[in-house]
């Protein structure tokens, strides 16, 4: 398994968090890696949206995994056929702390052909991982 591992600290309570995250419909406002995010933050609903890792927007569908207040997760693609050669389980963790939150986001990678995508994806994800984590600190410390 591969896995990229991002946090940020947010100066935020976790419940404004909570809220700008799980907003599918306000991601083109103000989310520079997914759009046209379509679906509901509801464990068994799939999530519809375009992924911009690097130059590439993926399009991609996952279906959801935990959605309670702390955490949101997804596994992708819904196509168990696809999900053989690269599948992902994107996770948000939102963690109290004294001051604010600490924001953890990352993917766990398995299938075929991970392996030989990973030299050149680790990086781009974490990249974009990273402004993703950046541009929610920014929509939620207002």
Not at 70 to 94: D, M, Q, Y
Request: aromatic share 10%; net charge positive.
């Amino acid at each position: 398994m591969h896995t990229v591992l991002t946090s940020i600290a947010i100066d935020a309570p976790k419940e404004r968090v909570w809220a700008a995250l799980t907003d599918f419909a306000a991601y083109d406002d103000w989310n520079p890696i997914l759009s046209e995010l379509k679906g509901k933050a509801a464990v068994g609903e799939i999530v519809k949206f375009k992924l911009q890792n690097g130059p590439v927007k993926l399009p991609i569908d996952a279906k959801v995994v935990k959605a309670n207040g702390e955490e949101l997760c997804w596994r992708g693609p819904a196509s168990a056929t696809l999900a053989k050669v690269v599948c992902g389980h994107h996770f948000f963790r939102i963690e109290a702390r004294e001051e604010g939150v600490r924001f953890v986001h990352g993917e766990t990678f398995a299938g075929l052909g991970i392996k030989q995508l990973w030299p050149k994806l680790e990086p781009q994800l974490r990249e974009s991982y990273e402004k993703f984590n950046v541009a929610l600190k920014k929509r939620c410390e207002l």
